[in-house]
């Protein structure tokens, strides 16, 4: 399932580099989207590429530039992300350190 950008009219899974926001369950990757969605911040719900490994299998695709108010949405509605990683396809993803 791809999410087109309304700004870029491409899909974001297009967009590199960017990070790769990854749960520990699945109910927090569902709250994640759904609360992104409430306020209106671009991100992709997509399958953890095969290259990272996650408990639950989902992840939440955002470009860097969103990076520090998904953080302060997270830390509101109590949203906990295991592990955070720039990733662009093909190459090695690197932990994405605050």
Do not use: N, W
């Not at 209106?40 to 530039?65: D, N, R, Y």
């Not at 509101?76 to 990683?85: A, G």
């Amino acid at each position: 399932m791809e999410v087109i950008s309304q700004q870029l009219k491409i899909p974001i899974d297009k967009v590199s580099p960017k990070i790769l926001i990854l749960f520990s369950s699945y109910y927090f990757a569902d709250k994640a989207d759904k609360t992104l969605g409430q306020y209106t911040v671009p991100h992709q719900l997509m399958p953890v590429p095969p290259e990272l490994s996650s408990a639950c299998g989902l992840s939440i695709g955002i470009k860097e530039e969103y990076i520090e108010e998904v953080l302060r949405i997270f830390e509101v509605e109590k949203i906990t992300p295991s592990h955070m990683y720039y990733y662009e396809k093909g190459k090695e993803p690197i932990e994405y350190k605050q």
